[in-house]
């Protein structure tokens, strides 16, 4: 049993809870616009669940509810947005209006994301550079959860990696993925739910392979893919900490008061306009990967999950597990 609510319920309950907690009015618009996009999506861990812990990074001070981003352009193709310790939504919205014009002047453009508190899903940071034709990838470091490979204690963040490219008359072809075999917030399900993960998600605290969402919270996550994985989370702590000036998973814990909590940390994203490379077969181009891959039965393009959602929670609405509307009630005050 739940509550079934509409995207519109859902922006005003998410705004209401930022509100309720210290965010002031430009802050709360953006984490409620991030978290109802992520519900019209059905991207269940980044959407309503993510809301107690925005709220409650603001309130215990890790982040700043007030923030102001400030985007500078510190080489012709280098961005430095300044995220002043605020929720990352209204800080990536920053990059965005200071990348698109820089994009198509210099072709590409770099910009760091620093001092930021980011718990969302990482496509809201490449989607809306490939619906204006501009080819992007982000990557964020995040706590420090996963083991690197070989070793048995959490070094890594989960570290999402997400690309985005333009098509011609669809919606834009956009992967988003954790560095790690299960997104944290997905075991956090799995554990809220009662359910097992799958193996290869984790290993306890001694070491040991398990399936139990427990253990493995309470132990260390897999990268996926083994060694490959690992190295991939590798290169996001070193683009997305060591490049842009920020923390690495393991240096972003801070203790308010409570106990070691996600503190502020730093993302990249990376943008290219596609057609200052002279072409503008580009397009044509992806179209005919595109054709190929899906003329294989039991494929489809990454996003096309979520594109596909949109229709279903336009029309009718989303379910939100009783449990969650009643603590998210409870913040809302
Ligand atoms: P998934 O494994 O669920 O999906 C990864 C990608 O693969 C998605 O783009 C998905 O597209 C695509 N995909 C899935 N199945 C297929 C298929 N059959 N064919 C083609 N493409 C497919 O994601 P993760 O569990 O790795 O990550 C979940 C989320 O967690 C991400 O949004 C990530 O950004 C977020 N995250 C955020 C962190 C943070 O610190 N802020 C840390 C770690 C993760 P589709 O959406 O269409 O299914």
Known sequence: MGKKLTLDEVFDLAKACMLANGCDEA???????????????????????????????????VARGTARPVAKRIAPGLIAVDG?????????QTAHEAIIPAVREQGIVAASINDIFHLSALWPEV????????????????????????????????????????????????FDQASAAMARGEIQIAQRDGHSVPEGTGIDKDGKPTTDPTAILEGAQLAFGGYKGASLAMMV?????????????????????????????SEVIIAIDPARFGGDGFLDRGEELFDKILSQEGTRLPGERRFNNREITSREGVDVPQSLFDSLLELRG
């Not at 990557?139 to 570290?159: D, E, I, M, Q, R």
């Open 27 to 61: 802050n709360s618009d953006a984490v409620a616009r991030t978290v109802t996009n992520a519900e019209r999506d059905m991207c269940l861990s980044h959407g309503l669940f993510r809301v107690p812990g925005y709220a409650g990074g603001v309130k215990s001070g």
């Open 84 to 92: 002043d310790g605020g929720p990352a939504p209204l800080a990536i």
């Open 127 to 174: 989607e809306p550079l490939a619906e204006q034709g501009i080819v992007a990838m982000a990557c964020c470091v995040a706590g420090s959860y996963v083991a690197p490979a070989g070793g048995t204690k959490p070094l890594f963040g989960t570290n999402p990696f997400a690309f985005g490219w333009p098509r011609k008359d669809a919606p834009p072809a956009v």
């Open 237 to 265: 702590e070193l683009l997305a900490g060591a490049l842009v000036g920020g923390k690495f998973s393991y240096e972003t814990s801070v203790d308010v008061g409570n106990g070691p909590t996600l503190g502020r940390h």
